[in-house]
């Protein structure tokens, strides 16, 4: 084991490993804070947790605006300065939320903390589609995965001893992780943008134009993100599905995501690598109907067991479509347009990931409780068929994203 942990660490550059540190901090930071914010918001304002869940939204909406801005300045400024900009500024945005007072504070806060959520993660996207050879990237960010799952997990697990003592604690831990590493990033890591783009030598504007009318990419985003409504739906409602119609409560159904996790981390590298030989799209695609298989056996759990043999199957999905999506969406960007192609692909993700839960809502309110997860699981199967067809229409000519 010492051995491949040896020859692993020789396989990528030091730079890899400080981004690869820094996307642990970046969920851990998250997940201190986050998962018990709503509950310290709704204690400190004397407001009923139904009226501030909005806060929730004006966030989302706001991380959606920030990747989309993201791509051009990433391309136009570098990559290094939004990296360890991301980590200060969110750190920062952690210790006001510590001090708020008001509804109207929270929501500025919220606002702009959501500028600073999606930053890191297309900084990072794009430094190692930069730093990485083609064929090492599936692997590379299979392990970012694995870093920010350990990271979540261990952030949430802290967070909830420190805001047993103190919500101020949890705060001022997460606060001081971020801004000192990204202080640290911003003085041990290097500049990655091309040379064609710090010469000057590929001028193509700011804008999403050349993205958007990229046909081949376009359909690839597409596709893939429609599955994106599976994750959201899933994390976003299953807790309250089982308490509210299973009784299965929180400390038990907290485990599923737990398990999720655990499956990634101890699994996702060596899925990533007994795949790579397959074409992108046909990797895309079963993650896509892993993703549907899982969903839909919600509707028929009875137990916990039930749900995590789903959840369990949902995941090897999860273990496909991610490492292979960000890795084939970089393989399609031009050099001087890597900023603005992950960022374009990373707001689409976030935009289809947000909305799932409203439709299904739409889904419970029309057809019952299990139409959530017969819907939702629709979303997953077109999202399989439309990369099947996209194999077809490239006779699986291998274009891998490894």
Partial sequence: MLTTIRQTTKQYPPQFWWLFGGMAIYWGSISMVWPFLLIYVADRLGMPL????????????????????????????????????????????FFMMSRADSLIAYIVILSLAGLFQPLYQVGVDTMLADLIPQAGRAKAYSMTIIAGNLGFAVGASTGGVLVSKSYNLAF????????????????????????????????RGIGYGPVLKDRKFMAFALFVCLAMVCPGVLWSLLPMYLKQYFQIQENLGGLLPAYNALMITLLQVSVTQMTARFAAYPRLAAGAFLFAMGIFGIAFGQGFYGFLASVSVYTLGEMLMMPTAISYASTLAPEDMRGRYLSLFRSLWRMLWGLGPVFAGYFNDFWGPKAIWYGT???????????LAMAYLTRYKIETAS
């Fill in 377 to 387: 699981a629709c979303f997953g199967l077109v999202s399989g068929l439309a990369l």
């Fill in 172 to 203: 001022y831990a997460a606060t001081a992780i971020a801004v000192m590493y990204g202080l640290f990033l911003a003085l041990r890591i290097q500049e990655t943008m091309p040379a064609v783009l710090v010469r000057g030598e590929k001028k």
């Fill in 50 to 93: 139904s009226q501030i869940t909005y806060l929730v939204v004006i966030n989302s909406i706001t991380q959606v605006i920030a990747s989309s801005l993201a791509g051009p300045i990433i391309d136009r400024f570098g990559r290094k300065g939004v990296v360890s900009f991301s980590l200060i500024g969110l750190g920062l945005g």
